[in-house]
């Protein structure tokens, strides 16, 4: 019995150990996305390039691989000047109670690419109506997913979000 009750105190100061001098204000992260290219045809795939930058001086969770639906949402307006909203069923790749985290010193970031899920049919698969030829203009923003908070005991160190890129644009010819 005493030999469970110091496993369990180890492993409280081994995971606790990550909280200790830790930054307790609220954490600082910059979110740049920007679509691949600037025109695409009607139909085709956009893709978002994206960059999430730790700049902390503390260290930072951050889901591993965000994608729209997920970690990254979308405000986008059309050529219209109306917003464009999600239409269809709720989008999301990712698999049920699993997340994949990624611990982000400072100065340090992830980035990869992503692309905006469309549908114009609110009976369908998720994603957002860009069937309308023109300019688009859109802002990113990235939240920790929800399932990441209760897996670290030391919640100061996700970076919870929402944090917002800068507005974007993109035309659909």
């Known amino acids: 019995m005493k030999m ?4 369990l105190a180890v ?3 081994i995971n606790g150990g990550l909280c200790v001098g830790q930054n307790k204000a609220h954490p600082t992260m ?7 290219k600037s025109h695409f045809k009607r139909g085709e795939t956009v ?3 994206y960059s999430l930058t730790n700049t902390s001086t503390a260290r930072r969770l951050v889901g591993a691989s965000p994608a729209i639906g997920s970690e990254i949402s979308l405000e986008i307006t059309g050529p219209n000047a109306k ?3 999600w239409e269809g069923a709720v989008y999301n790749d990712r698999t049920p109670g699993v997340i994949e985290l990624v611990l982000l010193f400072p ?3 992830i980035s990869g690419t992503t692309i905006i899920p469309t549908s114009c049919n609110p009976l369908g698969e998720g994603g957002y109506c860009l069937d ?3 300019r688009y203009v859109a802002t990113a923003s990235y939240r920790t997913s929800d ?9 100061s160190l996700i970076a919870a979000g929402p944090y917002r890129s800068e507005p974007f644009e993109f035309w659909i010819d």
């Open 11 to 13: 492993l409280i100061l």
């Open 47 to 49: 893709t978002l390039s």
């Open 132 to 134: 309308k030829p023109g």
């Open 147 to 155: 399932e990441a908070f209760g897996i670290s005991t030391c919640d």
């Open 107 to 109: 100065t340090r970031q």
């Open 30 to 36: 910059h979110l740049y996305a920007k679509p691949t």
């Open 83 to 85: 917003s464009v909203p």
């Open 4 to 7: 469970k009750s110091a496993m």
